[in-house]
C-alpha cells in the first residue's frame, strides 16, 4: 500500500511538471505576447517596454525555468490586469468556487444516489426507465442554455431567486443545480449498476437468508459495496465540476475562480490563466489521490494490496 | 467412521420441517418444481438428491422464501414445527430466517460480504434475532468459532473475508448459521466448491453438529458420494419432481427407480457399488419442463420406457417407507 | 417486454433525429427560407408562429437583427454536425492510435499512454479551451482542432482495455505465429475487433463535442458570429430572453433534442453491439 501511495505520489509530480509546460506553452501560443498586453492601440516603444518589464525579451528557456521555479514557490506571478500576486487573486475567489462546487457535488449525489438505488431495486421496470431517461436529458442539457430558463422561471417570473451575484446562499441554489446536472447522469448510472450488481450477489442472498431487514439488507451490505466506485468518481466530480464552472460562474456572474479565468483570458491576463489552469490541475490531481485513499478505507481488500 | 447409516438415526417423530406438493413456475413458462413432497425430521439429515438443473436448489430457496422476482410458488402445505408458512409475510419469514432456519451456500468465496469483517456479519445475525449487545454477539461468535474448528477466533472475527481459505470461510458461514441455535440447516451444496480434503471436514463437521445439536438438516447435493455419508433420508429429485424417496440404507440397498439406479451406476460409493459392475453414464440432459406436461419427466432417458410412461404416473410403495415415482413395479 | 420496446423506440428516435439533422444541415443551401445572414432591421424580433403578431414568411420569427430563425437554425444544425463529426475524427485518430499502442504492446509504452491520459484527465477542459481559442483566434478550425486535442481521452481509454482483451486471443496470437507484422496484426486483427465500442464512443463524444462548441460559442470564445452556431444563437439572444423568452428557446431545444438524439442512438448501438459503456 505504501509503494502503490509514493508511486502514485511521484506520478502525481510528474503530472504536475506536464501541466506546468502546457500551460506555459498555452500562453506562448499566440506569438508575441507583449503585443497581446499592450492592445491594438500601443505603440512599437509601448510593446517594447512592456516586453522588457515582463522578461519576455530573454529567450524561452529562461522564462520557463523562471516560471517553473517561482511555481514551485508558491508564486505564480502577477495579474497584468488587477497588478496584484496572482496567488492572492486566486485566494480571494476561491471559497465561491469551492462553495458552488461542494453545492453542486451535494445536489448531484443527494439526486443522482436515491434514483440510483431505485432504480436498480425495480430494474427493467418502468421506474427504471424512467430513472434512465432522467440520465439522459441530463446529459442532454446544455448547461449554461438550462441556467439561462431557470434565471427566466425562478428570478424574472417568480421572483425567488437572485438572478445573479452571491450576495448570501441564495444566490448558490441556482448555479448549484445547474452544475449538479453535468455530474448527476454520471453518478446516477453509475449507483444504478453498482446496485444491480450487488444486489443480485451471493452476499446478498446470504444477508437475506439471515432473516436481515430490507433497509439493512440495502442500505448497508448492497450500498456499501456500490458505493465504491461512487466515491471514486465523485471526488474526480468534483474536479470536473470545478473545472466546469467556469461557463456557469460566467452566467450568474458568480466571481470565483471560474470567472476570474473567464475575464482573463477575454482581456489576455497571461499569468492568471496559466496560474488558474495550473491550479485546477493541481487540485483535480489531488482529488484523484484522496478517491484512490478513501477506496482504500471503503474496500478491505485494497487496504492489504 | 463417522458414517451416518452406522449409528442410525435418532429421529423425533413430528417432522421440523413439513413439503407437500410445493410447486414453482418461472415467468409463467418453465416449470421448476413439480409437487415435491418432503420431511425433515430433528436431528435427521435428509439429502435432496439430482443433477444440476433438476429444481433442487430452487427447492430450498423456496422454503427459505428466497425466490426471486418472476418465481411463482404454491404449496398444499409448507410447514415449519407445524407452523405454516406459506402465508407468511415477508417481515414474518425475516423473523424466521438466520433463527429457526438457517442456510448455507456453495459459494464460500463470494457468499460473505467483502465490506464487513467476520465478526460484524457474525454478530449482526445474533443482534438481529435476539438483541442484546454486539459484545456478547462476538463472544458467542468465537465460541462458535472455536466449535467449528476455526484456529484463533478472536483475530479472525477482526479479519475480512478476504482474509481467509475457501474452506474457512465454509466454516464462518456455518458457524454464522449456527449464531441463533437454529432448529433447521438447509445446506446448498456446501461442500461442491472446496478440495476433496476439505470437504470431507466440513462433511464430518456437520455431522458431528447434528449429533451434538440435534439440527435437523436438508442437505442439497449432486454427490452420491456425501450422501452415503451423511444421509438418513434421500430424496432423489429429477425434473422437479421427487422421484423416490427412502431410507438411506433401503436406498441404496434396493434403488427402485430407473433413474436412481443409473444414478447410482454412475458414480462409485464405496461399499455399495461393487467392483463387477461397470461405471455407466446416463445419457441426454435433464430436459426444461414446460407447463401442460403429463407422464414421467425420464422417459426419453429411460431403458425402461414404455408407451405408459406417457400417461399419470403412479406413486409405489416399496414398503413402509420407500416410495417412487414410475410405472415399473420392482 | 414493456422496456425492450422503449428502448427500440429511443434508439429509433434518436437515428430518426441524427438523421433529420444531417439532412438538414447537408442539403441547408436548398432548404432555407431565406438568407441566414440577411438583416432587416424593420422587422427584428418578430415572434414565432405559435404566438400572437407573428409575421408571414418567418414560422420561427427573426432574431434581434431582423434575420429569419428558421434559416439561421438551419445552417446551425450544419455547424452542430461539422463541430460534431471533425471533433470525432479528430480526437478518434489521436486516442485510437494511443489506446491501441497502449494496450497492444503493453510495458514502457503503456506506461507512457497512460501517463499522457492521467495528463489530458488533470487540465481543465473548458478552460483550456477558452483559452486556445481566445490565443489563437476564433474560426471553425481553430474549434475543431481543439475539440479535437482535448477529447480524445475516452477513445484512449476504452481502445486501450478493449485492445488489451483482444491481444490474447487465439486469433491474435495465430497471426503472430504465422509471421504478420504488428502493425499488420493491430489494423487487421485488433482494431476490427474493438471498432463497435469505439462507435459508442464516437456518439458520446459527439455529443460532448456539440456541447461544448455551443459552450464556447456562448463564452464568445467558439465560432465566430455572424455564423449562426445554436450557442452563439443563444448568446446574441440573451439580452432579450426577459421579453422574448422564445429567441433562447428555439435554439436551446434544437440543442437539446440533436444532443438527446445522439445519446439516444449510442445507447442503442451500445444495446445491439453488445459493447460497454465505459470499459
Known sequence: MLTYLLRRFVLALLVIFTVLTISFALTRLSGDIAVAIAGPAASAEDVAVIRKTYGFDRPLPVQFVEWVRSAASGDLGRSYLYREPVSELIRDRLPVTLKLGFAALMVALLVAIPLGIVAAMREGSLVDRGVMLVALVGQAMPGFWLALLLIIQFGLRLQWLPIAGAEDWTGFVLPAIVLAFSAIPALMRLTRSGMIDALSSDYVRTARAKGLSRASIVMKHALRNAAMPVVAVSAVQLGALLGGSVVIEAVFALHGVGFLAWESISKNDFPVVQAVVLFLAVIYIALTLIADLFNAVLDPRLRAA | ?330 | MMAVRLRLGGTLLGAAIVLFVAVLAVFAPLLVPHDPFAQDLMGRLAPPMWLDGAQAGHPFGTDQLGRDYLSRLIYGARISMLIGTATVVTSGLIGITLGVLGGFFGGLVDDAVMFVITCRLSIPLVLVALAVVSLVGSSLTVVVLTLGLLLWDRFAVVSRTTTMQVRNLDFVSAARAAGCSRIYIMWHEVLPNIVHHLVVVATLEMALAILLEAALSFLGLGVPAPLPSWGLMISEAKDYMFFTPWVIEIPGVALFVLVLGINLLGDGLRDLLGATRDA
Not at chain 2, 476439505?198 to 435437523?216: F, S, T, Y
Request: overall charge positive; glycine content about 10%.
Open chain 2, 1 to 330: 467412521m463417522d458414517c451416518a447409516i452406522c449409528w442410525g438415526p435418532r429421529v423425533t417423530p413430528e417432522p421440523v420441517l413439513e413439503v407437500r406438493d410445493l410447486r414453482i413456475r418461472f415467468g409463467g413458462v418453465v416449470d421448476a418444481v413439480r409437487g415435491v413432497s418432503l420431511d425433515v425430521r430433528g436431528g435427521e439429515t435428509h439429502c435432496l438428491v439430482g443433477e444440476s438443473g433438476c429444481g433442487k436448489s430452487v427447492t430450498a430457496l423456496a422454503i427459505m422464501g428466497l425466490l426471486g422476482r418472476g418465481a411463482v410458488r404454491s404449496s398444499a402445505r409448507l410447514a415449519f414445527r407445524g407452523t405454516e408458512m406459506a402465508g407468511l409475510s415477508e417481515r414474518e419469514m425475516a423473523k424466521l430466517r438466520g433463527d429457526k432456519i438457517a442456510m448455507i451456500f456453495q459459494e464460500p468465496m463470494t457468499s460473505l460480504n467483502p465490506a464487513f469483517t467476520i465478526g460484524s456479519q457474525m454478530a449482526e445475525v445474533f443482534e438481529r434475532h435476539r438483541g442484546g449487545g454486539r459484545r456478547v454477539a462476538l463472544d458467542r461468535a468465537a465460541g462458535l468459532l472455536g466449535r467449528v474448528g476455526v484456529s484463533a477466533p478472536g483475530l479472525r472475527l477482526a479479519q475480512y473475508p478476504h482474509q481467509l481459505s475457501g474452506g474457512l470461510r465454509q466454516r464462518v458461514m456455518i458457524a454464522m448459521a449456527l449464531m441463533c441455535d437454529p432448529e433447521l440447516l438447509i445446506a446448498d451444496e456446501p461442500t461442491t466448491a472446496l478440495d476433496v480434503t476439505v470437504q470431507a471436514q466440513i462433511l464430518r463437521l456437520l455431522v458431528e453438529l447434528q449429533r451434538d445439536l440435534g439440527l435437523a438438516i436438508l442437505l442439497i447435493t449432486h454427490d452420491l458420494g456425501v450422501v452415503a455419508r451423511v444421509a438418513h433420508r434421500v430424496s432423489v429429485m429429477y425434473a422437479g419432481e421427487v422421484v423416490e424417496s427412502a431410507p438411506a440404507t433401503d436406498l441404496f440397498a434396493a434403488p427402485s427407480h430407473p433413474y436412481t439406479r443409473a444414478l447410482l451406476a454412475c458414480v462409485p460409493v464405496p461399499g455399495v457399488v461393487r467392483r463387477d459392475q461397470p461405471l455407466g453414464s446416463i445419457p441426454g440432459t435433464v430436459p426444461r419442463m414446460e407447463p401442460g406436461f403429463t407422464g414421467c419427466a425420464f422417459r426419453a432417458r429411460c431403458r425402461y420406457a414404455m408407451e405408459v410412461c406417457a400417461d399419470d404416473v403412479p406413486l409405489r410403495l416399496q414398503g413402509p417407507d420407500h416410495r417412487y415415482l414410475c410405472q415399473l413395479v420392482v
